[in-house]
């Protein structure tokens, strides 16, 4: 049996963020997860926004870390090597009855401490945006809604924690935990037993299957879908921020913005089903989301479509983000409700879990030598010739290029393999690099991808999974 003093339930932004935070301490910290690579299910698919919490409700605990955490990017994405970019955005009402809304909405903004909400004129939003439907009113100006690389940022989390001393036990679908005496006393995994004072569950999706096993789930998680398209990065019709309709009390509703790589982001849908493994598009959603866009912006080019997804959400039911310790089971902490802002909050969510548990009675003291930085993987294509020269005199492998849409190097594929909690899968290696997100979409660079995680796994092709085990790309030897 495996002994810690933590088990963190959930390797997708928010336990990495509370993995890391928690590895400040002198305190032993063990994250599990289901999945075999850290970045969770709703973390891995999303918009990739960093909110700053304006649309929130206010006085509530969303409210609370959303606002809190919008400001800590900057240093944070510094100090971990994360693309960030804060490109601002945009709620342009196009119709009266949405012009309308728009003091309510600022006003909503300035209950949410968020005051750097502006009105913007029809001529000013249209010289921001040339591609704003011409009808458009006035709307909003958010300037800090910003963009990140979501797989980056929890993997420079997780690597992050991995320095500091936090194992992770990926692949390991836990199954049960033990009490005791209203104690907390283990957590049992598909790859064992481990003894903890604390479980941390943010399991996201299934957090509240987590809380059945402490009897501790008096709420349902029920997935919403969101279905997206990606747009190819020369498509015909950009925008340069971030483009939001008017929201509902149901969804903030389908935009279009920019991705951190440069490509298109259109939707996404919002659809409850009780799957919550089902991550399929479908005719109906998509129609949706070019009908509702096209409202925003009429010559957004679906054409230009390179990929469509589907993410899921874990909406809660009764909803609201929720914290909870309990005084009748010491040691657990259930976290459930993380929706839309999940990524965002993530970071002050690391903090406030962790400021709740000292103020608890943990007597967790803090390291004298906390690492705080982390370097992340070169990107060839993004460096100046002379330093490209430099870096293929160094390693021959830079001057190999395996993904030809991306232009991503055999060195970076390396790189993504060989680093702690390093890719075990074709879209592992994607996540982290990007061979296999162009135009193609690793129809050129996938054979090549499999050959090399194969060759550095010391496996055969036919046991590289394209992401979930099982989800084999090769058969069989044709000769």
């Given amino acids: 049996m495996l002994k810690t003093d933590v088990v963190v339930i959930g390797a997708g932004a928010v336990g990495c963020a509370i993995a890391r935070e928690l590895s400040k301490y002198n305190v032993n910290v063990i994250v599990v997860d289901k999945n075999e690579d850290v970045g969770g299910d709703a973390s891995k698919s999303n918009s990739a926004i960093i909110h700053t919490g304006y649309d929130a409700a206010p006085g509530t605990l969303e409210s609370q870390l959303v606002v809190a955490a919008n400001p800590m990017y900057d240093e944070l994405c510094r100090d971990l ?141 029920v997935a919403r879908k969101g279905q997206f398209y990606i747009l190819d990065n020369k498509t015909s019709c950009k925008v340069n921020k971030i483009v939001l309709p008017i929201p509902t009390k149901i969804t903030k509703g389908k935009l279009m913005c920019p991705t951190i790589h440069g490509n298109m982001l259109v939707g996404p849908t919002a659809e409850d089903q009780p799957s919550k493994t089902d991550k399929s598009t479908s005719t109906e959603g998509l129609d949706s989301i070019a009908k509702d866009v096209k409202n925003l912006v009429p010559n957004v080019n679906l054409r230009d479509t390179i990929t469509q997804y589907s993410g899921l959400r874990p909406n809660r039911n009764p909803e609201g983000l929720n914290f909870n310790m309990y005084d009748d089971l010491f040691g657990y902490v259930n976290l459930s409700g993380v929706r839309s802002t999940g990524l965002t909050l993530s970071v002050a969510m690391g903090k406030y879990v962790v400021e709740q548990l000292l103020l608890s009675g943990a007597g967790f003291v803090l390291k004298d030598n906390f690492i705080k930085t982390r370097k992340g993987i070169i990107k060839f294509s993004e460096q100046t010739k002379e330093v490209q020269e430099e870096l293929v005199k160094e390693n021959p492998l830079y001057g190999n290029i395996v993904c030809r849409c991306e232009t991503i190097t055999e060195a970076e594929i390396l790189d993504a393999i060989k680093r702690p909690l390093g890719a075990k899968s074709v879209d592992a290696v994607k996540r982290r690099v990007r061979a296999g997100m162009g135009r193609c979409q690793g129809g050129f660079c996938g054979p090549k991808v499999i050959e090399i995680l194969a060759r550095e796994l010391k496996v055969s092709p036919e046991e590289i999974n394209k992401n979930d085990p099982g989800s084999y790309m090769n058969v069989g030897r044709a000769r």
Avoid: W
């Avoid at 909503?108 to 009808?135: G, Q």
């Avoid at 929890?154 to 992050?160: G, M, R, S, W, Y």
């Fill in 81 to 221: 090597d994360v693309p960030f970019k804060r490109i601002g955005a945009i709620l342009p009402a196009i119709t009266e009855e949405q012009f309308e809304k728009l003091p309510e909405i600022k006003a909503k903004a300035f209950r949410n401490h968020v005051y750097d909400v502006e009105y913007m004129s029809r001529d000013e939003l249209l010289k921001m945006e040339p591609e704003l439907n011409p009808e458009v009113k006035g709307g909003l100006y958010i300037p800090r809604e910003s963009i990140i690389d979501p797989f980056i940022l929890v993997q420079a989390l997780a690597e992050n924690a991995f320095a500091n001393g936090v194992e992770f036990l990926l692949g390991a679908k836990v199954t049960d935990i033990k009490t005791e005496n209203g104690k907390i006393k283990s957590v049992v995994t598909e790859k064992g037993e481990i003894e903890t004072t604390y479980v941390i569950n943010s399991a996201g999706l299934y957090c509240d299957e987590i809380a059945e096993m402490v009897d501790k789930a008096d709420y349902k998680v």
